[in-house]
């Protein structure tokens, strides 16, 4: 089964994602730059957030171009990421609007911590499409960033409870973490 419609349908998910979040964004009251400052909560949460949409679409986009076919199994897993990149704009909009606070925060967290879910285990299923003993196999490797990311995530979440600002945080360094695209898929990319 070829996977240009799986890249085209997951890049027009994304850009909507995109779009919805920054419809969220709202015209300050008042023309001077003083007038952003109430604004700074949703600001830094769509900052956060527009970054994070940008790692998975960089990812995912190098992952697909290093793969040679998809089937319905990652058809599916590669819907469950969607549906989980789906739902940041609205912790996105709960969080900036409610100043950080406990729950906001961390149903921002668990969201993310679905989405790197959902990203390895659609890694995963790509692997046993193509064989342990393929090259997409060998180039992911055992993919400890993937994996450490979601160790971030839940202990992010926990840590929320003491106060949020420190999942806050801890979200941050996964984005910070990723911030350059994952070169194994880039440098097979190039090699071929």
């Known amino acids: 089964m070829g996977k240009g419609r799986l890249e085209a349908f997951s890049d027009g998910v994304i850009a909507i994602i995109i ?22 909560p949703k600001l830094l949460s769509y900052i956060l957030s527009f970054v994070y949409v940008a790692i998975y679409w ?5 992952m697909m171009h290093a793969v040679e076919k998809v089937s319905g199994g990652v058809l599916w897993t ?23 606070t406990l729950w906001p925060v961390v149903v921002y ?9 959902s990203y390895i285990i659609l890694a995963r299923c790509l692997v046993s499409l193509h064989g342990k003993d393929s ?10 960033k993937g994996k450490l990311s979601v160790r971030i995530y839940a ?5 929320s409870f003491i106060h949020p600002m420190i999942g806050f945080a801890l979200y941050a360094l996964v984005a910070a973490m990723w911030f350059i695209p994952d070169r194994r898929f880039e440098k097979k990319i190039t090699s071929q």
């Not at 779009?19 to 700074?40: A, F, H, Q, R, Y």
């Open 155 to 159: 202990i992010a979440i926990g840590l």
């Open 78 to 100: 590669n819907m469950l990421l969607l549906f989980w990149l789906s739902l940041i704009p609205f912790a996105t909009a709960w969080m900036g609007e409610n100043h950080f």
């Open 19 to 40: 779009t919805i979040m920054v419809l969220e964004l709202k015209i300050p009251v008042g023309d001077k730059l003083n007038s952003l400052w109430p604004l700074w």
């Open 109 to 117: 967290g668990f969201i993310l911590m679905l989405s790197a879910t």
């Open 135 to 144: 090259v997409f196999a060998k180039v992911l490797g055992s993919d400890y």
């Open 58 to 62: 960089n990812n995912h986009h190098h």
